[in-house]
T-cell receptor, first 113, second 115 residues
């Protein structure tokens, strides 16, 4: 089963509105990262939040992490048409290798002009 | 920096043929990942290398898939023989170190279609 699950699967908003996407996970994590994927492209890293952090900002992005609920949210404020993409959360797992993330299925965001 | 380079960008082949996908990680990165992305299964990790050594290949679907990293600047993912269900976008990603807190940098992907 997926470690990370984004919610909703798809989101459509008007330009200028805020977009909120959620991610839930199952096991203990070391960190959680959000990535964006434009259609036909590779994933691009947006922001990382460590397990001992609760909130982080980067430009129009705000990420929160609630380890007690095993959930995270990504807020994009004042959305633009260029924000149209799929957004993935990836959980960095605690293990001896520290090797990788587990990606969720993603949220498809459409920002309408 | 040119970023992660993958080739070819598109590949169309017939069932039963051998397919080789190539990846050049970012210089100085010592972790390399191969992913497969489909609508049905999302993004799946196939294999992870650290310092050219395969660390975790539990995601490799079956023996038809093999991956190598002969040196720090090159990796291949081979499918032999290919099947229509292998059709997907294959991404290579690299990371500077072993720490999962470090950013993975993705290549543009290879879109594979097996007829």
């Amino acid at each position: 089963s997926q470690q990370g699950e984004e919610d909703p699967q798809a989101l459509s908003i008007q330009e200028g509105e805020n977009a909120t996407m959620n991610c839930s996970y199952k096991t203990s994590i070391n960190n959680l990262q959000w990535y964006r994927q434009n259609s036909g492209r590779g994933l691009v890293h947006l922001i990382l939040i460590r397990s001992n952090e609760r909130e982080k900002h980067s430009g129009r992005l705000r990420v929160t992490l609630d380890t007690s609920k095993k959930s995270s949210s990504l807020l994009i404020t004042a959305s633009r048409a260029a924000d149209t993409a799929s957004y993935f959360c990836a959980t960095g797992l605690l293990d001896n290798y520290g090797q990788n993330f587990v990606f969720g299925p993603g949220t498809r965001l459409s920002v309408l002009p | 920096d040119a970023g992660v380079i993958q080739s070819p960008r598109h590949e169309v082949t017939e069932m039963g043929q051998e397919v080789t996908l190539r990846c050049k990680p970012i210089s100085g990165h010592n972790s390399l990942f191969w992913y497969r992305q489909t609508m049905m299964r999302g993004l799946e990790l196939l294999i992870y290398f650290n310092n050219n050594v395969p660390i975790d290949d539990s995601g490799m679907p079956e023996d038809r898939f093999s991956a190598k990293m002969p040196n720090a600047s090159f990796s291949t993912l081979k499918i032999q023989p290919s099947e229509p269900r292998d059709s997907a976008v294959y991404f290579c990603a690299s990371r500077r170190g072993r720490d999962s807190q470090e950013t993975q940098y993705f290549g543009p992907g290879t879109r594979l279609l097996v007829l």
